[in-house]
């Protein structure tokens, strides 16, 4: 659980580096996202690293369609390929 907050928190603070016009979608996108998925079994590794590294590569996509630099992301990758 503390780990998907972590990954939350860093989602969020990518939303931020995005044009203004798009921020309150990209929010509540990620955060009905994260809402559900919080049924996946905490038991399952394989569910769970699966998860956050879509939550790593979505962001990366999303932050190379606004032409946000890659690196911006490196505290969410630090969070979900550890």
């Given amino acids: 659980m503390e780990k998907?907050?972590?990954?939350?928190g860093a989602v969020l603070r990518l939303v931020r580096r995005?044009?203004?016009?798009?921020r309150p979608y990209y929010a509540k996108y990620a955060r009905e996202?994260?809402?559900?998925?919080?049924?996946?079994d905490a038991a399952d590794p394989n569910a769970l690293n699966d998860?956050?590294?879509?939550?790593?590569t979505h962001s990366l996509w999303v932050l190379n369609k606004y032409?946000?630099?890659?690196?911006a992301a490196d505290k969410l990758k630090e969070i979900?390929?550890?």
């Fill in 80 to 82: 979900c390929c550890s």
């Fill in 67 to 71: 032409s946000v630099d890659q690196a």
């Fill in 4 to 8: 998907a907050l972590r990954a939350y």
């Fill in 18 to 22: 995005l044009p203004k016009d798009t």
């Fill in 33 to 40: 996202n994260f809402v559900n998925y919080k049924e996946v």
């Fill in 51 to 56: 998860l956050f590294n879509r939550t790593y």
